[in-house]
């Protein structure tokens, strides 16, 4: 009995430390899952910036730039329009599943002085952003292809330009610091991202064909949207766990339907990591079930959050399956353990009925009971004397009984 209390015992201590174990791997891989799936977002920047040089530099828009060197004429501006509407309508068609960005301004100024925004193929006229990014496009193009002149006259409109373009990149400094500043400020073809209250603005210049030369330059204003482009693929996510990208943020929060039934424990861990900016874990009820959480702010968004959210239930089963086939082992040890001792008992037992058998009859004085067990152990030799000694009280009775009717006819002839 003893024995078996401490298998228990000890068996229910490995189950604890399994499940321990488990639910550590489980938290690993959800973690490392929420890292892998982050990273998305990373694998569509490319693609941004290839779509960008190619229509930068394409050949419709060098004709175009080179037509406007000789006449700015509306006739031209209105052929510049209609490409980068154009432009503008090839990115409205690609699949949101893959695509995660929206080309937002496009500003460009080319020798000869002609300029030129957009800020979207329904806005008659470009914004503020964009208007600067023709200023910054314009300034860069007389940097590079204005030679020095001893006129005592001031430019006025290149002076306003230029304090614009400087209040504007103080401004980036300030908001988005010293890297951002640098590159936007110094990095022709380096895309620069910065970070916002709406999402991820990314920026790009490019001189054409080379910054040595350049007949143009083109300056676009990217917008990623990570949360939506994270959220949209979470949604098709047919995974193993749960995934809640970029739901809430310092700014707001968004909510998916499915997730509104556990929107209070789940509002709650995003409130933490937005609060703390710290990882959380934890556990929630969700749809009936219990679901460990791990949660991060995010890495490549950092004004985002990354939720996952993984079943407890296949480690819940895994156990259940621990139990059983331990119980199933432990069953199956003690049928074995009844039949042995069974055995070993009939073994026993059979001999010591026989003996007992044997004695009966030799109390009735019945000296003809064998056992012949043909065993060779002690309950043998027990048997094969007891054997011998039924043998010889039969012998000697059959004596007696001969001596007796001997004695009886001596008797006999005597009287």
């Keep these: 009995m003893v024995p078996l209390i401490t298998v228990f015992f000890v068996f229910n201590l490995y189950l604890n430390e399994d499940y321990n174990v488990r639910i550590s791997q489980t938290r690993a891989d959800l973690n490392r899952t929420n890292d892998l799936f982050e990273l998305r977002e990373s694998f569509v920047d490319p693609l941004a910036w290839k ?108 002076i306003e330009g230029d304090m614009v373009i400087e209040t504007g990149l103080q401004t980036v400094r300030s908001l988005f610091g010293d890297d951002v500043f640098v590159k936007l400020a110094n990095g022709v073809g380096l895309p620069v991202l910065m970070h916002v209250v709406a999402g991820t603005a990314g920026l790009i210049i490019h001189a054409v064909p080379d910054i040595e030369t350049p007949q143009y330059v083109m300056i676009w204003l990217i917008m990623f949207d990570y949360e939506g482009y994270l959220a949209r693929i979470a949604d098709r996510y047919r995974g193993e766990y749960l995934l809640w990208p970029v739901e809430a943020h310092r700014y707001g929060n968004v909510f998916r339907r499915e997730y509104y039934k556990a929107r209070h424990e789940i509002v709650k861990m995003a409130s933490w990591i937005a609060t703390a900016n710290l990882p959380v874990s934890g556990r929630i009820n969700y749809r009936g079930s219990w679901h460990l959480v791990e949660g991060r702010p995010g890495v490549a968004q950092i004004t985002s959050l990354m939720i996952g959210m993984a079943p407890e239930a296949p480690i819940d089963q895994a156990i259940t399956r621990s139990k059983t086939a331990f119980t199933l082992l432990m069953a199956g040890i003690l049928l074995c353990v009844l039949l042995i001792a069974k055995n070993v008992a009939d073994d026993i037992l059979v001999p010591i009925r026989s003996l007992i058998l044997g004695m009966q009859q030799v109390v009735r004085e019945s000296y003809s009971y064998r056992i012949d067990s043909g065993r060779t152990d002690e309950l043998g030799v027990l048997c094969s004397a007891f054997d011998s000694m039924t043998r010889g009280l039969e012998e000697k009775m059959l004596m007696g009984r001969m001596l007796s009717k001997s004695a009886q006819k001596f008797s006999l002839q005597e009287s």
Excluded: C
């Design 51 to 158: 779509f960008v040089r190619e229509r930068t530099f394409s050949r419709e828009m060098r004709q175009l730039a080179s037509a406007l060197e000789v006449s700015s004429g509306p006739a031209v501006i209105k052929q510049l329009d209609k490409l980068t509407g154009s432009w503008y309508s090839e990115h409205e068609k690609s699949d949101p599943l893959i695509i995660n960005y929206n080309p937002r301004d496009i500003a460009v100024a080319g020798l000869n002085g002609w300029e030129y925004a957009t800020s979207g193929k329904e806005q008659e006229e470009a914004n503020t952003f964009g208007v600067m990014l023709k200023q910054i496009a314009r300034s860069i193009m007389k940097q590079r292809t204005q030679r020095p002149t001893s006129s005592e006259g001031i430019d006025a409109a290149a």
